[in-house]
């Protein structure tokens, strides 16, 4: 009977192991599945979005216009940094902030009443501290009153291609309930965007004034050396915060912007940017229920990016393309110009693609355009170069120098064209 006992219990601690490996053995399963999949979020709406190419990775609700609260700020400084560009202000200008200003309510609350400040330290309390006031003044100086300024901000989104639907009320994004008799007259509804919205106007930020992510990286900043305490960054996911003990749990490797948002209609947004192994991401976030998790859903989002995408030259610069390897030109030595791409093409790729062939369209120049004699580098036409869904670009030109043909060549061919065309009449008469 002993015996018998011992060897039961042995055989009920191998079943007891036995399905203990299998159940171990689904989780990972069911684990490494969610991993490798899209990720699910507690938000209204997200989208993920490869910066040089605007290539959507992932997206949820993202077509749904929804209030952004302050990420409409990424307008305001968007058109900042295009008037230094140019020229039309400086960073070392002075901007005087008006009674509207000094009193709106909201982050900010730095600036007193006539107090002047450079444009420069306006931005930096924009874009750290997300101050409502800094705004105001900085639109003000621009648009010479908010509701100016925010006619010039709905007149750049239609510029920028974001949709009919993207609307500004002014350079804060508070509502009209916030401002109350401040509200523009010439402009009806509420500020609203989309994710994709959001994600098309933080591209062009990034991409055409990268200078952005120098002001939105710094995690602190006093706005006046005179201060006793710093604006601190509403942005907890700064890499530069991996040694702040508040916010090194949220800080994320190569994150350096970019806008967060709160109101109580929009809830608690972020529109993200990090960049890894030269593939820069953006992520949006709108309607989180708390704080921390516009952080804990953004990380989901861009861990989906950085561990499922990678970004890959398909075809380089200098290299002829088998659609187009040659373009007929006039008046040469040589009657056809070896065409190259000017620059190199590339998108972001599910890690392990085997099969990354491009389709090819190319447009060439008019042909009173392709004469010689023509330079490296001349622009022959575009090619317009195709990865799935996803497009780019380039322009055509010539690899080397075409050299004009003398006259008497010129003569001699028109000639031999000329009996070549009356050979050529001649035959089919027979």
């Known amino acids: 009977m002993k015996k018998f006992g011992f060897w039961k219990r042995k055989v009920s601690l191998a079943l007891v192991f036995a399905m203990l490996q299998v159940s171990f053995l689904h989780i990972f399963a069911v684990t490494a599945l969610a991993a490798d999949g899209e990720p699910e979020l507690d938000v209204s709406s997200a989208i993920l979005m490869e910066a040089s190419t605007g290539q959507i ?52 609350q730095l600036i007193a009443e006539g107090e002047t400040l450079t444009i420069k330290d306006l931005f930096y309390a924009m874009s750290i501290y997300s101050s409502n006031d800094a705004s105001i003044v900085l639109a003000e100086k621009l648009g010479g009153s908010e509701e100016g300024f925010a006619k010039l901000m709905n007149d750049k989104a239609r510029e920028l291609g974001m949709s ?36 098309i106007l933080a591209r062009h930020l990034v991409t055409e004034h990268k200078e952005v992510l120098e002001y939105t990286k710094v995690p602190s900043k006093k706005l006046r050396e005179s201060d006793k305490s710093p604006m601190i960054n509403y942005n907890w996911m700064l890499e530069g915060n991996s040694s702040n003990v508040n916010f090194k749990k949220y800080a994320y490797q190569g994150l350096d912007g970019l806008k967060t948002g709160h109101t109580d209609e929009a809830k608690y947004c972020f529109t993200g940017t990090a960049e890894r192994n030269g593939m820069r991401l953006i992520s949006v976030v709108m309607g989180a229920k ?26 380089k610069a200098g290299t002829a393309l088998d659609a187009q390897k040659t373009v007929p030109i006039t008046k ?73 043909a003398s006259w008497f060549r010129m003569m001699m061919r028109a000639i031999k064209n000329l009996f070549a065309d009356l050979f050529n009449g001649v035959k089919g008469l027979f």
């Open 57 to 108: 990775l992932f997206e949820k609700n993202a077509d749904q216009v929804l209030p952004p609260a302050s990420m409409s700020k990424m307008m305001t400084e968007y058109l900042v940094m295009e008037a230094i560009h140019n020229g039309k202000l400086k960073w070392e200008d002075t901007a005087t902030a008006s009674k509207y200003a000094a009193s709106v309510i909201g982050s900010g």
């Open 332 to 404: 040469g030595v040589e009657l056809e110009a070896p065409a190259v791409l000017k620059n190199d093409v590339a998108f972001a790729v599910k890690k392990g693609t085997a099969d990354t062939k491009l389709e090819t369209k190319v447009d060439l120049l008019a042909a009173d355009k392709l004469v010689a004699p023509l330079k490296k580098g001349d622009k022959l036409g575009t090619a317009t170069l195709s990865f799935g869904k996803n497009s780019e670009t380039v322009d055509l030109v010539a690899e080397n120098d075409m050299e004009k």
């Open 164 to 199: 009919d639907k993207a609307q500004f009320i002014n350079a804060t994004g508070l509502s009209r309930a916030d401002i109350k008799e401040n509200a523009p007259k010439s402009i009806q509804g509420e500020t609203v965007m989309s994710a994709k919205d959001v994600a």
């Open 290 to 315: 708390t704080e921390p998790e516009r952080f804990n859903q953004t990380r989901k989002v861009l861990d989906y990016g950085f561990t499922n995408f990678e970004f890959k030259t398909l075809a």
